[in-house]
């Protein structure tokens, strides 16, 4: 069964707007991260966000945790057109897994 | 640093025949990862290697997958005989530990290798 479901699956907004999406999970876990995939391209590490942790920025990014709800937010600030790519959630199988498991993503197009 | 480097970037075959991928990973990397990314889909592990072991094979399709890793360096990924559903994105990854040890568990991933089998 699926770990990490992001939401919506695909979202397009204009250049300089805010994006954001989220990630569901079905079990406990100590940390989430977000990556993103260019089209055509590998997954780039994007954030981690341990399960003691409610928030993190990293530049124009913002990643919300709230384990009682089990969800996760990735927020992009002022959007720009290259930040259209795909954007998954990866969780550990299991609260101490020793393997990650991917959403099936979001797509995100930015419009210039 | 290097990143992960994967060959070939694209292979096309006809169903019933085999075909190998390559990845070398992050130098000093001890854990690798082979996903298989169907267009539209999440990556999917197929398997885990930490250093020349495997920890997790579970997802890999046995009867026609087969993975090494030799001196727990480079690693390839067979499929004998493919069939028209392992037409995928083949994507391998690396990390510095394995992912119980906090902040080692970020994957630095390869551009992948798109396989089409006809």
């Known amino acids: 069964s699926q770990q990490g479901e992001e939401d919506p699956q695909a979202l397009s907004i204009q250049e300089g707007e805010n994006a954001t999406m989220n990630c569901s999970y079905k079990?406990?876990?100590?940390?989430l991260q977000w990556y993103r995939q260019n089209s055509g391209r590998g997954l780039v590490h994007l954030i981690l966000?341990?399960?003691?942790?409610r928030e993190k920025h990293s530049g124009r990014l913002r990643v919300t945790l709230d384990t009682s709800k089990k969800s996760s937010s990735l927020l992009i600030t002022a959007s720009r057109a290259a930040d259209t790519a795909s954007y998954f959630c990866?969780?550990?199988?299991?609260?101490?897994?020793?393997?990650?498991?991917f959403g099936p993503g979001t797509r995100l197009s930015v419009l210039p | 640093e290097a990143g992960v480097a994967q060959s070939p970037r694209y292979k096309i075959i006809e169903k019933r025949q085999s075909v190998a991928f390559w990845c070398n990973p992050i130098?000093?990397?001890?854990?690798l990862y082979w996903y298989q990314q169907i267009l539209g889909q999440g990556p999917k592990l197929l398997i885990q290697?930490?250093?020349?072991?495997?920890?997790?094979d579970s997802q890999l399709p046995k009867d026609r997958f087969s993975a090494e890793r030799l001196k727990g360096v480079d690693s390839t990924l067979k499929i004998q005989p493919a069939k028209l559903e392992d037409s995928a994105v083949y994507l391998c990854?690396?990390?510095?530990?394995?992912?119980?040890?906090?902040?080692?568990?970020?994957?630095?991933f390869g551009a992948g290798t798109r396989l089409s089998v006809l």
């Open positions: 966000i341990r399960s003691n942790e």
């Open positions: 290697f930490q250093n020349n072991g495997v920890v997790d």
């Open positions: 079990t406990s876990i100590n940390n």
């Open positions: 990866a969780t550990p199988s299991s609260l101490y897994g020793q393997n990650f498991v």
């Open positions: 990854a690396s990390s510095l530990d394995h992912p119980r040890q906090g902040t080692k568990n970020i994957q630095y």
């Open positions: 130098s000093g990397h001890a854990t």
